[in-house]
Every structure is written in structure tokens, then in C-alpha cells.
């Protein structure tokens, strides 16, 4: 092999490395990228050699793994990294739904209350879904059980939640207008004087 | 540069010969329109290849044969076989106009030629540009994105979604407006530190219940370092309780200490 | 800066390049991966400096494109990778019809423009699939509407597109040929004469 064609073939392998998903194997370098070329299992190996060499004081190392070879991050960088990629993806983080928000509001202005109660007032079924994101998120906690039948888990907001909100208290909560002021309530006292 | 066109296949057996000029035979409509990006990208073929002359164009023949595509394009893009039409009508326009005498031309805007000739330009600039961006190194084809996969012992930290206290206000001014439900409760300041006390309570006694004794005395709810204020919160907050069943107020003896529970 | 800080700081960002699946600008080192350190702009764009030169004979190469800066393999490797590719994931690369470039060129280099003109230009309709693939890919995005009767939407190209072409900007763009001479005008005029 020229020196010419020998750093063709190692940019192969490292970029081979970088573009795959999954790690890679001396055998499926060999008969998925190296198919086309006269190169023997040892100097496949000679060249990933070559690369962890190369790659060892680096970001990113070549290690070995069940399955083959991968580039992973040290772990030095765990933890600026785990910061970095919760940053990224938190600009993917979905919204969450009026259904949640209310449901959320709810509990924060009727506790204790049941999600029967919740389903009651906002007319619409409340899904597990949205109970468990608010218990995980640790902005409620179920405070004990309703006495009717069934036994219902009665849910009530958390320190946490306060906090999140930068709230003191519950009292702190903004006073929602009764009903007259949002004007739904004024048409029907009107049609009854 | 300029692209040569296939010479294609059509039901597996006939082959399609380069057209001369507009016409297109029918069985080879479908066939040419899929070679061509319209009336225009077939025009500039024609002009840069066969030498086509728009003022050589017959007219009759044209005509009848455009009828024809009408029938064919019952089946086929009949959007597409369309503007082939117009730009055959654009055509014969520009013949007959230029049949006329000299001077009658010359009353119009100029040689009726001129604005088709422009577009046509146009347009092969824009093919160009397109075969162009086409060579352009391009992602997933030419290059390609490349990732390391993270440490082993990777833990990766979370950020949740925010949410704005006014968002919560709203979503509950929402519920308002649809329903009734709280047509009586004015929800105020005090009615909330009452229901926040509420839940306090039912948390002590829920810790209370998994315990021997099961109740808590009805003084130790009561945090005297409150003040007055939070002496009657509680109050109604235990009051609030027992209306509401949620919790039970049992006093064992008579004169003796109030005790408070969780329903048995 | 310590070198061993020195050598971190180099390492994280380089970590970061191979982790983030989007080119990164240095504000969004600056911001989202070295919030907790002292560094200022100047430094990272060094740091990017040191690492374009450290990759420049490598298989994969650092680049700027309109976005920020990216890992991607080198041009030279293409005809092996794309085969390597096809191979793991059993699928080719998206070709683009001509009637796509064809649009995409003229939102290029014409923007903004109304479906319209992109329909006067190219002397027919253009398909609502074109339309919807170009912005679902985000190579193009709608940046307006044109005060004319129906108020039709301007379209333009975005950042993404400029990123998948790996070009920094708009000026990178090959230049247009200039207007040929389509010899028909010549020609009948010394017939006429």
C-alpha cells in the first residue's frame, strides 16, 4: 500500500467509526467499508490500534465494547456534558398541556381533592398520564383518601411546588376573580333582575 | 451542459424517438412529460438541440394534434399536459402575429417573440442554478454527519418544562369560564391558606394512621408560635375536614382531650 | 487557565462538537456548555481554531457552516461512506427530482418569492408536495406575504438549508450563469430584413 492509499484507509476507518450508530467490528469493517480494497484482518486491526493511539488524550476515545469498537466521550466530561445535552434537549422539551395545567390549578385551589373532583369540574377525564408527570415532577403528593366509596387518593401540592413558583405559601397564589368579574355572571344576574 | 433525454420505454416495448418540434405523440405524452420539467424546459431542448425555429412551426397540424392529447390526458397529469397546451397556444400566436404585415406588429408592444425568448432565458438560468446546487457537497450524500456515543457511566441531568405562574391562573380562569363549578367560591387568600392547612393536616394524620396509636391529640395540630391568625386557619381547616368527611373528631371520654383521625 | 484546565476546556469542546447532533455557534458553547467556566469568545473560537487545524488531515474534519461549526467527513471519502451507510441502514440517500432543485434554486436566489413567480419562471404549477417537502425539511421557510390581491406567501431559505449544503451563507452559493443568447431572435429578424 502507497503512504497515499495507507491515510485514505485510516480516514476510512475513523470517519467509518464517527458516522456509525452502532459499534463496528474488524469483520464488519472488513465487509461493509474495506470490501473494495486488499486489506487483511491484521491491518484493520493495525489501523484501529493506530486510532485509539491517536484519539488518547482527546474528547472523545476509541474503545472497545462487546460488539466492536466506538468512539464514546472520557468520562472526565461526564458531568459538563450531562449539563450541555440537558441544555439541548431542553429546547426540545414539549409545553405542557392546558389539560395539565389545569388540572395542576386545580389542585393547587381546591386541595385536597380527588381526581374525580378534578374530572367533575373540568368536565373532561383526567388521564393517568398527566397525574404522573405532576407526582414525578413532585408538585403534588396524594395527602390520604376520600371517605366515599372507592376510597379515592386525595392530592394536594408540595413544598416543591412552592418553591418552583417562588411561593411562600399558598395564600401567595395570584386571588382568581369571581365569576361576576369575568363576565359570565353578569349576563344571567342581569336576566334575572 | 445540456442534459440528454432518455430515450424511454413505454409499456416495455415502444421507444420514443426525440420529438422535432411541439408535438408530442400522444403515446408518448406521459413519457415526455416526465423527461421534461414543462413547456418551457422541452422548448429550450428543442431550440438547443434540433435547431427548432418557432416561425417554421405548421400551425394545422399543431392544432389537430393537441386534440389528441385532450384524450390522453383524461388518464394522465392532465395539469401538467395543460400547460403544454398553452405554451403550443402562445406559440401559434406568436406565428400568426408575425404572418402578419410588418407595420400591424409594429403598432403591438414590439416582437411578439421577445417576452418568450426572455422567459426562456430566464428560466435556463435557473435550470442551471439548480444542476448547480446539485453538485454542491451536500449532507447524507457527500458528507455525513458523524457522533461519538456518550461515556459509559454517562448520568444524564434533566431539565423540565417551565411553567409560568400565570400560565396556572389561566388554565384555571379557563376552567371558570367553562363551568359553574365555582360559581359560589370566590377563591380567596384566606380560603387558600385554609385548604394548604387542610392538606397539612391530612398528611400529619395519613403518617399518624400507619403508627399504634392511629389519631393525633387536637391541640398538637395547633402550632402556637403562629399566632392567633394561625390558630384559626387551622381551626377552620379542621372544621372544613369534617365537613367534608375527610377526617373525624372523637373524643373517648367525656371532659377528655379531643382526638382527630382518619375515617376508620 | 492551568495547561491541565487548559487541556480540559479543549477536550470539552471537542466532546461537544462529536455529541451534538446540530452545528454549534461558539454563543452556544458560551452559554450552554462552558456556563460554569471563565472563557470568553475569543478563547473558544481559538479552541475551534486548534481543533480545525488538529482534524485537518483526519477522516473527519471541522467546518463551518451557516449555524456554527460541525464534525463531518471529509468529501474525499464520500463514495465509500455512502456505500458503507446503505449498507448498515439499508437505506439510500434522498435523491431530489429536478423539479425540487429546480424550485429550491430560485427560492435560493430569488428570495422571496410567492409560489407564483416560482410557477411564471418556471412556466408550470408547482406541486404541493415540493412545496410541503421543502419545508418540512426546513430548507425553506415562509417569511412573509406579498401585498399583492390574496396576500401569497414569501418563501426564503433558511440556516438548515445552508447547513445541509454546508455553506456559511447565501454568497456561497454558486453564481448565476448570465442569460445565454438562445439564437431565435437573430435569426428571423434577418429573415424578416
Given at each position: 500500500m502507497t503512504p497515499a492509499d495507507n491515510k485514505k484507509f485510516v480516514q476510512l476507518v475513523e470517519a467509518a467509526f464517527f458516522v456509525s450508530e452502532k459499534p463496528l467490528s474488524v469483520k464488519q469493517l472488513k465487509t461493509d467499508l474495506?470490501?473494495?480494497?486488499?486489506?487483511s484482518h491484521q491491518q484493520i486491526r493495525d489501523v484501529i490500534n493506530e486510532l485509539v493511539i491517536k484519539y488518547k488524550d482527546a474528547g472523545v476515545n476509541l474503545v472497545q465494547v462487546a460488539s466492536g469498537f466506538r468512539f464514546e466521550t472520557i468520562n472526565a466530561l461526564s458531568n459538563d456534558l450531562a449539563f450541555f445535552i440537558a441544555k439541548l434537549s431542553k429546547e426540545k422539551a414539549p409545553k405542557y398541556s392546558r389539560a395539565l395545567l389545569e388540572t395542576l390549578a386545580l389542585i393547587a385551589y381546591k386541595q385536597p381533592i380527588t381526581r374525580g373532583e378534578i374530572e367533575d369540574i373540568r368536565g373532561v377525564a383526567v388521564s393517568s398520564y398527566i397525574m404522573k408527570t405532576l407526582l414525578e415532577r413532585n408538585w403534588v403528593k396524594i395527602v390520604g383518601n376520600k371517605e366515599v366509596p372507592g376510597r379515592p387518593s386525595l392530592y394536594a401540592t408540595t413544598k416543591e411546588f412552592l418553591d418552583y413558583f417562588s411561593l411562600t405559601s399558598l395564600s401567595q397564589l395570584p386571588e382568581l376573580l369571581p365569576m361576576t368579574d369575568l363576565g359570565v355572571m353578569d349576563k344571567t344576574v342581569a336576566e334575572t333582575v | 451542459m445540456q442534459q440528454v433525454l432518455p430515450l424511454a420505454l413505454i409499456r416495455g416495448e415502444v421507444i420514443v424517438e426525440k420529438p422535432h418540434d411541439l408535438f408530442i405523440p400522444p403515446e408518448a405524452l406521459e413519457v415526455i412529460l416526465e423527461s421534461f420539467e414543462g413547456p418551457l424546459?422541452?422548448?429550450?431542448?428543442l431550440i438547443r438541440k434540433q435547431k427548432f425555429d418557432i416561425l417554421d412551426m405548421p400551425i394545422a397540424p399543431i392544432a389537430t394534434q393537441y386534440m389528441k392529447y385532450i384524450e390522453v390526458m383524461k388518464e394522465i397529469k392532465m395539469e401538467l399536459a395543460a400547460e403544454y397546451l398553452v405554451m403550443?397556444?402562445?406559440?401559434?400566436?406568436?406565428?400568426?402575429?408575425?404572418l402578419l404585415p410588418k407595420q400591424a406588429v409594429e403598432e403591438e408592444d414590439g416582437d411578439p417573440r421577445a417576452e418568450l425568448v426572455r422567459r426562456l432565458q430566464e428560466y435556463e438560468v435557473i435550470k442551471n442554478a439548480a444542476q448547480q446546487l446539485d453538485q454542491i457537497p451536500r449532507l447524507e450524500r457527500d458528507v455525513f454527519q458523524v457522533h461519538a456515543e456518550l461515556a459509559e457511566d454517562f448520568q444524564s441531568a434533566v431539565f423540565q418544562t417551565d411553567v409560568e405562574l400565570h400560565e396556572l391562573v389561566s388554565?384555571?380562569?379557563?376552567?371558570?369560564?367553562r363551568t359553574k363549578a365555582f360559581e359560589h367560591h370566590h377563591i380567596q387568600k384566606e380560603s387558600l391558606s385554609t385548604r394548604e392547612r387542610m392538606a397539612l393536616i391530612l398528611e400529619k394524620l395519613k403518617r399518624a394512621a400507619t403508627t399504634t396509636v392511629a389519631f393525633v391529640e387536637f391541640s398538637e395540630l395547633f402550632?402556637?408560635?403562629?399566632?392567633?391568625?394561625?390558630?384559626v386557619v387551622t381551626f377552620l381547616a379542621i372544621l372544613e375536614l369534617i365537613k367534608e368527611s375527610l377526617i373525624e373528631c372523637v373524643q373517648t371520654q367525656v371532659f377528655g382531650q379531643l382526638r382527630v383521625r382518619l375515617p376508620q
Open positions: 474495506l470490501v473494495n480494497y486488499q486489506v | 424546459d422541452l422548448l429550450l431542448y403550443a397556444a402562445i406559440l401559434m400566436e406568436i406565428k400568426s402575429r408575425l388554565a384555571l380562569q379557563g376552567i371558570l369560564k402550632t402556637v408560635n403562629e399566632g392567633r391568625q394561625g390558630v
